[in-house]
């Protein structure tokens, strides 16, 4: 049975893959507010240590001061300089290279070089951003006033109390871009439906007929059993708007995406492995996951293509296979307010 949404709400129209003001609406309204996850705890574990990264175009920068975490907003109160240009490293404190401005780690102007008095450290601190630390993985938000992390994981910390994730270690980051919106990637991620088509070789592994995607308010979890009846020990979750986290006995896999334009989605990679996988084993995981991933980018390039034509129509959804879909189209409207 299926639903046909081409007259109604559901299947929204090809314009908001491509339109770069719905792309500005989206990133105040979406990314802005959420959590996201760039990385390990373990990049900023020691004093001084700091990550830098843009998060749909929000610059922000991390920094381990004195063993607390901050986040802030990497622009300088000057002129807009970036204070750090790295995407990691060690700093006693910020120098912007612009003018040569200084911020404690805490973001206190502490020099305004060649200013003297007139500018009062006070009105111009950095401006902060969130940043949180969950079993080792790490998120960061633009908003300062973001909400508790472990509320906004809701039932994924339930879903992941057995999985020994502390004791992992990273040994695999990736980084991939595509050229699709980050919808297409977003919805393409949450159904089953397309693997035997696209995915032939974990076609092989699991029974895709049997894939669910179970939905939890802003969470999915999804299953599917293996064609060789062996259990399934792992757990596969998903966070709106663009956190995946695959959970094994011995190991995981923290996929995180945002966009970086209106039509262009980065995707990163965060491999750990319990101490004493052997090196073939984690490394043939990592390339299967890999792989997975250029098969998607390869179908969501294609339909961002074809959405970008003028020649898409709105379709619909399968009830069967695509809950998940209608789940992220719903999430986005209600951000946007509609409901
Ligand atoms: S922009 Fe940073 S010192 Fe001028
Ligand atoms: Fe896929």
Redesign the pocket.
């Known amino acids: 049975m299926t639903v046909d949404r081409s007259g109604g709400s559901g299947v929204p129209p090809a314009v908001i893959y491509t339109d770069p003001l719905r792309y500005e609406s989206e990133r105040r309204a979406v990314f802005a507010r959420e959590w996201t996850a760039v990385g390990t705890a373990s990049q900023v574990a020691t004093p001084g240590a700091f990550l830098s990264v843009w998060v749909a175009g929000y610059p922000l920068v991390v920094v381990n001061d004195a063993g607390t975490l901050r986040a802030f907003q990497n622009v300088c109160r000057h002129r807009a300089g970036p204070l750090v240009d790295e995407a990691s490293g060690t700093c006693g404190r910020f120098v912007c290279r612009y003018h040569g401005w200084a911020y404690a780690l805490d973001g206190w102007l502490t020099s305004a070089r060649d200013f003297g008095a007139e500018v009062d450290p006070s009105r111009f601190s950095l401006t902060p951003a969130s940043v949180a630390a969950w079993r080792g993985l790490l998120f960061v938000s633009p908003d300062p006033a973001e909400p508790d992390l472990g509320a906004w994981l809701g039932p994924i910390a339930r879903h992941s109390t057995h999985f020994p994730m502390e004791t992992f270690e990273v040994t695999h980051r990736s980084s991939h871009d595509m050229e699709a919106n980050w919808k297409v990637y977003a919805e393409?991620?949450q159904e089953g439906y397309?693997?035997p088509l696209?995915?032939p070789g974990l076609h092989r592994q699991i029974d895709s007929s049997r894939y669910e995607v179970a939905t939890d308010g802003p969470v999915t979890v999804h299953r599917a059993p293996t064609r060789n009846g062996a259990v399934t020990e792992g757990a596969w979750l998903w966070r709106f708007p663009g956190m995946a986290l695959n959970l094994y006995p011995s190991g995981l896999c923290l996929e995180s995406y945002w966009p970086l334009g209106p039509t262009s989605t980065r995707v990163e990679y965060t491999f750990c492995f319990a101490p004493g996988t052997p090196a073939t084993e984690a490394e043939a995981s990592v390339a299967s996951s890999v792989a997975?991933l250029d098969?998607?980018r390869a179908?969501c390039e294609a339909v961002q293509r074809n959405l970008a034509s003028g020649m898409a129509r709105p379709g619909v959804l399968s009830p069967r296979h695509e809950a998940g879909v209608a789940l992220v189209q719903s999430l986005v409207a209600a951000a946007l307010g509609g409901g």
Do not use: Q
């Open positions: 393409n991620y397309h693997i696209v995915h997975i098969e998607d179908i």
